[in-house]
């Protein structure tokens, strides 16, 4: 009785959201040749708003005197960009007239500014649950944001969530595998920026983006997964937040561009069957501003892990200041549930009741 009051009482913390409303989906055939798949885009965006949305993005991240200087170093480091995601991103360039540079900028823009909440939690059935809200301060990406199902032979590979005209993804399920979502570790600015660019060409290192979707590919199961995660050079900083769907499948990947920094597991036999991540170092306190994993950690307590599921856990993710002001969207998704999988978009954030 005591629970279910607590839980009344948070639950009235929930903040008012308008109208939210669920984003469109895309099949992508990775049979298809790279430089075409993405055009499915164009029947559902308008080409002239996704230009106007790339010019704006790129020009709130980077000086505008910074994006014209490096348009023609950008340009010439395009051929050390991996497959697929050269022939993609030429490919965007190509059926949404734009430049190839400003794709190429798009898509490291994106690789900053991930303000983000990460729940992964195990029922007493031993079931998992993950859930995330996605944070940019930017108004026009709740427009670009689309759930992308990749197809394999007709069949479904993975899918996630992500924005029109990046290739990479931020959060994202491979069916009856594994989860997985990502959140920007510490805080970067826009000179980090450069930095995720040279170490991304010059180096060989991965977008934290692009080794979420080729472990979404390529790996057989949890502990594949939180392998790749955690040893693969990557750019930037990062957490990695990775759910299975097994008892005890569940961890935080805190991660440096070389390697991992800490590996924090779920451990339900001793009381911890959650994990909540938010932008900051787990055995650190987050800073005094920063209440979002404090609200989501007595939501979570309150709920209790008899009464954790899909539901609970969206309304715990649905609790100010955990959903925000600047929350593009919210993520429900359970790898042995995949149909379950689902994405709202927060059309103007969240505000105190």
Not at 7 to 14: E, I, K, R
Not at 224 to 245: E, N, Q
Not at 288 to 304: F, I, M, Q
Not at 311 to 319: G, R
């Amino acid at each position: 009785m005591v629970r279910a009051q607590a839980a009344v009482l948070l639950l009235g913390l929930v903040v008012w959201c308008r109208a939210e409303f669920a984003p469109p989906t895309l099949n992508i055939s990775l049979d298809d040749d790279p430089e075409v798949r993405w055009m499915p885009l164009t029947k559902v965006f308008d080409v002239d708003f996704l230009n106007k949305a790339a010019t704006d993005i790129i020009d709130s991240t980077v000086p505008k005197w910074v994006h014209h200087a490096v348009k023609p170093i950008v340009m010439a480091l395009e051929k050390y960009i991996p497959p697929p995601y050269a022939g993609e991103i030429r490919g965007m360039a190509s059926y949404m007239g734009g430049h190839l540079s400003d794709i190429i900028l798009l898509n490291f823009a994106y690789e900053v500014s991930a303000f983000c909440t990460s729940i992964v939690a195990q029922d007493k059935n031993g079931h998992l649950y993950h859930g995330r809200n996605l944070d940019y301060p930017h108004d026009v990406l709740r427009n670009l944001t689309v759930n992308v199902v990749f197809l394999k032979n007709g069949k479904v590979a993975y899918q996630g969530t992500s924005f029109a005209g990046y290739v990479g993804l931020w959060t994202g399920q491979s069916p009856k595998k594994f989860t997985i979502s990502g959140d920007q570790r510490g805080t970067e600015h826009w000179w980090n920026w450069w930095k995720n660019i040279v170490s991304a060409f010059l180096y060989r290192r991965s977008p934290v983006s692009w080794l979420m979707r080729e472990t979404l590919e390529e790996a057989e199961d949890f502990q594949d997964a939180v392998m790749r995660l955690s040893k693969v050079p990557i750019i930037t900083g990062v957490y990695y937040i990775v759910g299975g769907v097994r008892a005890g499948e569940g961890v935080v990947i805190t991660r440096d561009r070389a390697g991992p920094a800490d590996i924090w597991p779920l451990d339900p036999v001793n009381g911890r069957w959650y994990r909540v991540e938010t932008n900051y170092d787990h055995w650190l306190p987050p800073p005094a501003r920063d209440h979002r994993k404090e609200a989501a950690s007595k939501a979570l307590n309150a709920t209790g892990q008899d009464h954790i599921n899909m539901e609970t856990l969206y309304q715990v993710l649905s609790l100010f200041p955990v959903c925000n002001g600047i929350t593009v969207y919210t993520t429900i998704m359970s790898a042995a549930n995949p149909g379950k999988y689902n994405t709202v978009v927060r059309p103007q954030g969240c505000r105190p009741t």
